[in-house]
């Protein structure tokens, strides 16, 4: 006949006779098995992965669903980039969360104020010795969502037809991080142009990951007023309306420019061909060869000696 079952009594946890032989083959002491039980300390939550936005408060929490101590030894860690550090230890909070954390119906850890720095994991570890399993720990995992701020949007002032523009709308400090979407006159565009009638004579494609919204080629109908939002779980933000104004190439005017400035190269080069054939530059040259020294002055003769070292006059007279 098989063992009744015993009723559970408080600071124990039950498990089948067959796990208990499997564990110990028959090597359990009576002290670590009566009646199909086990003494040990057990943690549970009621929330493994919980998600709160920025600057509100959370409650990690974490129960003891068995023990035999009194008072067990709590502990709670923080796990982030791979480094781990203590956010309570020794009955006293740690750090930065001795302003802004209590420990909450024994064991749970509230957070109050948080910030994009506090996402990361949470390690609750609880000790008692008492218990034959001393020791149990759970972790959980908390992320804090942070709103879009306003984006940054660059659209161009003029394109003309038939060329492509792009514009961009760019935002960093959202979490997670946000769909972007662009808007035409207070108009939502889809991602293609191609999938909606209503924009068959424009052709773009936008990238919600990337905010990008690529025109291959613009067309008269694509001026207007453009904006863009940029959105996650934790809200919406929205850069201001720009101008894009598509307009017409004058090709006449172009042409015409392009004539204006070949016929005034012509007439400067007309202009150089005359100089030189009327001598101007010619009669430059010969008046530089032309130039002499002044004659030295008759009757004077520069005579040095040596005990002046340096040049004197000295008149001469010829008989």
């Keep these: 006949m098989h063992a ?9 946890i039950r498990t089948s006779c067959f796990e208990s032989l499997a564990r110990g083959a028959g090597l359990a002491t009576p002290a670590e098995v009566y009646g199909c039980r086990i003494l040990a300390v057990e943690l549970t939550s009621k929330d493994f992965k919980p998600v709160v936005q920025e600057f509100q408060s959370i409650e990690l929490s974490c129960i003891i669903t068995s023990t035999t ?7 709670w860690k923080k796990i982030q980039h791979g480094e781990t550090s203590y956010v309570f230890f020794d009955n006293k909070m740690q750090g930065d969360f001795a302003t802004r954390a209590e ?4 064991t749970s850890l509230v957070i109050k104020n948080v910030t994009r720095m506090d996402t990361a ?16 720990e759970l972790n959980i995992e908390l992320t804090v969502l942070v709103k879009p701020v306003t984006p940054r949007c660059r659209v161009p002032k003029a394109v003309p037809v038939g060329k492509s523009a792009s514009l961009h709308c760019q935002e960093n400090e959202g979490y997670p991080a946000p769909i ?13 142009s191609k999938s909606n009638a209503k924009f068959q004579n424009s052709s ?11 025109f291959h080629t613009v067309h008269k109908g694509d001026t207007g007023r453009y904006y863009c939002i940029a959105t996650n779980d934790a ?29 005034v190269l012509v007439l400067i080069t007309l202009g150089i061909c ?4 009327r001598g101007y530059f010619v009669n430059n040259k010969q008046n530089g060869k032309n130039y002499k020294t002044p004659a030295k002055p008759e009757g004077v003769n520069y005579i040095r000696t040596d005990e002046e070292g340096d040049f004197r006059h000295k008149s001469s007279f010829v008989i």
């Design 4 to 12: 009744a079952v015993q009723p559970r009594e408080p600071g124990t």
């Design 69 to 75: 101590t009194p008072d067990p030894r709590i502990e």
């Design 103 to 106: 420990i909450y119906g024994r």
């Design 121 to 136: 994991t949470y390690r609750c570890e609880v000790a008692a010795p008492n218990d034959k399993k001393n020791i149990d």
């Design 180 to 192: 972007y979407s662009w808007y035409r006159n207070s108009e939502p565009l889809p991602t293609d």
């Design 204 to 214: 773009f494609i936008l990238n919600p990951e990337t905010g990008t919204l690529v």
């Design 235 to 263: 809200g919406v933000a929205k850069c201001e309306e720009q101008e894009m104004e598509v307009y017409d190439l004058n090709i006449a005017g172009i042409v015409g420019g392009v004539l204006v400035v070949l016929v």
């Design 274 to 277: 005359c100089a030189y054939r």
